[in-house]
């Protein structure tokens, strides 16, 4: 069965340091989605991108985050300036056009300290 | 706006028991789908199940039941005979279909603990 894959499982970085964050989607699949699990936490929506651009994006996604498609494949969430708080699990997603099944890949650890 | 509320934070039960987990949800819209996530302790989210607004039937998998109720907008997840391996943290779900985004918001999660 197609699966999202992410990388890596677990990251740890110093404060203010750039991640990125790598999620290969299904290929097929034209949606994709970041969300955001702080431990214990409920998991949050970040962002959602189609045909190149963010399409919606929740009021956590600020200037230190940003989402790229550099080819036909990857899908990438750069923190650029790492704070505390942003250690969380992230999660990628994608979905099939008028699919409402979503597909999640099992999630990046992300440590700041 | 969409809104998913799971009041109950955590439960605990011993085994063999059932346990039913609570999901109220909130939306304006007509077409929309529902969720259940269960989350081991390995962190990842297990899909168990999709519900969309036109299909009321409940579903019954094994020991796992769900009733949907669009008059109380609630969609709940009943667990018969739990075992100890249904321990884990359960999210329910929402997606809305009236954009492109569809993006899925969660619930804050019923952590349920089944004791041997």
């Known amino acids: 069965e197609p699966e999202v894959t992410q990388t890596p499982s677990h990251q740890v970085t110093q404060m203010g340091q750039e991640v990125i964050l790598r999620c290969v989607p299904i290929?097929?699949?034209?949606?994709f989605y970041w969300y955001r699990q702080i431990l214990g936490q409920k998991v949050e929506f970040l962002v959602s991108f189609y045909n190149n651009e963010i399409s919606e994006k929740s009021e956590i996604f600020d200037d230190q985050f940003s989402v790229e498609r550099p080819d036909g494949s990857n899908f990438t969430l750069k923190i650029r300036s790492t704070k505390l708080e942003d250690s969380a699990m992230y999660f990628c997603a994608s979905r099939h056009r008028g699919g409402a099944g979503y597909t999640f890949g099992s999630g990046t650890r992300l440590t700041v300290v | 706006a969409q809104k998913v509320t799971q009041a109950q934070t955590e439960i605990s039960v011993v085994e063999k028991e059932d346990v039913t987990l609570d999901c109220v949800y909130e939306?304006?819209?007509?077409?929309?789908?529902l969720f259940w996530y269960k989350q081991p302790p390995s962190g990842e989210l297990v899909f168990l199940i999709r519900r969309n607004s036109f299909d009321e039937q409940n579903e019954i998998s094994g020991r796992y039941s769900w009733n949907f109720q669009k008059s109380t907008s609630s969609f709940n997840f009943t667990i018969t005979a739990s075992q100890v391996v249904d321990s884990a943290v359960y999210f329910c779900?929402?997606?809305?279909?009236?954009?492109?985004?569809?993006?899925?918001?969660f619930g804050a999660g019923t952590r349920l603990t089944v004791k041997p």
């Open positions: 290929s097929n699949h034209l949606y």
């Open positions: 939306t304006r819209d007509t077409t929309y789908y």
């Open positions: 779900a929402l997606s809305v279909l009236g954009n492109n985004n569809n993006d899925m918001r």
